[in-house]
């Protein structure tokens, strides 16, 4: 593995499981950061895990993603258009390892509301992810 791999894709993050469950009761799904083709390309077939391959992975749940909320704070790992065109995208730049502020948890809840409120007659997921899945999701999903 390469150098650049490696100060990209965190050792953690290759060996998660890539797509959650629907948190029981909820329209949130946690998910690890998809990985665009040129980055994923250099990982073994066994660790790839891309954009494509999160829409597969929760078609496989018999779940439809409506919102992906992009928690990581660099534009690296992906891009919008990456994403299938119904699916709607919002960044939100957080930072590792430190508590979300009051106002980025703020933008959280608003883009969750609003989405909720425009999708009412559907049960459209709201997919959430940091770089692995787990801090920065599982804490915003939370609050």
């Known amino acids: 593995m390469t150098k650049t791999l490696r100060k990209t894709v ?25 990985l665009k083709g040129t980055l994923s390309q250099r990982l073994p077939l ?4 891309t954009p494509k391959d999160l829409i597969n992975g929760i078609k496989e749940q018999n779940e439809e993603l409506g919102l992906v909320i992009d ?17 709607q995208y919002k960044k939100l730049f957080t930072v590792g390892l430190e508590l979300p502020d009051d106002a980025t948890i703020l933008k959280f809840k608003r ?19 940091c770089t692995t899945g787990i801090n920065r999701t599982g804490y915003m999903i939370c609050r």
């Open 71 to 87: 928690l990581t704070n660099t534009t690296r790992y992906y891009e919008k258009k990456d994403l299938p065109r119904n699916v």
């Open 111 to 129: 883009l969750v509301r609003k989405f909720i409120w425009e999708n009412a007659n559907n049960d459209k997921l709201i997919g959430v992810h």
């Open 10 to 34: 965190q050792a953690k993050w290759r060996n998660l499981k890539p797509v959650g469950e629907r948190v029981p009761g909820t329209r949130f799904i946690a998910f690890k950061v998809p």
């Open 46 to 49: 066994t660790q790839k895990f």
